[in-house]
């Protein structure tokens, strides 16, 4: 039987955050909401990571995420009101890069989950990740937009060659902006709407920093264990710490019954 998330019957644990610098000189991942400013009246979480081969990556994500946060209410989203979300975004790169005319392009990806009465929606652009696991079982995960993935997918190579390819990092989709463009889009987002949510699940959302040491099978293992989330998180991030090259940042959210 479905558990839906209503203030009466369920609701998060205090929403655990983290973004760290890794071994880069500035950090361009932005959490929504900020580290120190969430609760577990919170039902809209955003994790973006700036583009770091385009300018100012730190202010795209930063608007983005911003951008969304202010856009999105306390109902159920659906795909209308995320597309017209993300044109709101969209918009504010562009008029960020018309007033800075040295920036000529800027970009972040962007990982979101709301909660609701229904339970949760998941949307993704790029390859920071969102995963919904219970016990020792990833009932879902985002797939990465990356042209490698796009390639297996046509056959052109294989799942192992993508592990090495020379374009394993680059992202097919992403909310870019850039000056002077005669033709601006938005890549559209996936957009996943999860209605098995009960108490004891956990939701992770991170930056791909994140899992350059942890693999899924950690994480699940991890997060399976006995202790508080709090020492929970502190497992996972031991992993990044020291050994993790790029920023790295996340939520994990636990559902609870009250």
Not at 152 to 164: D, N, R
Request: charged letters at 25%; a negative charge; hydrophobic letters at 40%.
């Amino acid at each position: 039987m479905n558990l839906r998330i209503t203030p009466t019957k369920t609701h998060l644990d205090w929403p655990l955050a983290f973004s760290e610098l890794g071994k880069r000189a500035n950090n361009q991942d932005y959490i929504y909401p900020e580290i120190g400013k969430a609760s577990a009246k919170d039902r809209l979480f955003l994790v973006c990571d700036g583009i770091g081969g385009a300018d100012k990556g730190e202010e795209a994500s930063r608007i983005v995420a911003q951008a969304i946060a202010s856009s999105i209410g306390a109902a159920r989203m659906d795909e209308k009101s995320i597309g017209e979300a993300l044109q709101r975004a969209h918009q504010h790169l562009v008029d960020y890069c018309r007033a800075h005319p040295l920036v000529n392009r800027m970009g972040t990806t962007l990982a979101l989950l709301q909660f609701h009465d229904e339970g949760a929606t998941a949307v993704h652009i790029g390859d920071s990740r969102i995963y919904h696991i219970r016990q020792q079982q990833i009932l879902f995960q985002s797939i990465d937009h990356k042209q490698v993935n796009d390639m297996v997918a046509a056959g052109i190579i294989t799942a192992e060659q993508a592990k090495t390819h020379p374009w394993r990092n680059r992202l097919s989709r992403a909310v870019v902006a850039q000056t002077g463009s005669t033709r601006e889009t938005v890549s559209m987002p996936d957009i996943t709407h999860l209605t098995d949510v009960l108490p004891g699940d956990y939701f992770f959302l991170c930056t791909d920093g994140v899992l350059e040491n942890l693999s899924d099978e950690r994480l699940v293992g991890i997060l399976a264990g006995d202790g508080l989330e709090q020492e929970k998180l502190a497992e996972l991030l031991a992993v990044c710490h020291n050994q993790t090259k790029d920023n790295y940042s996340g939520y994990l959210l636990r559902v609870v019954q009250e």
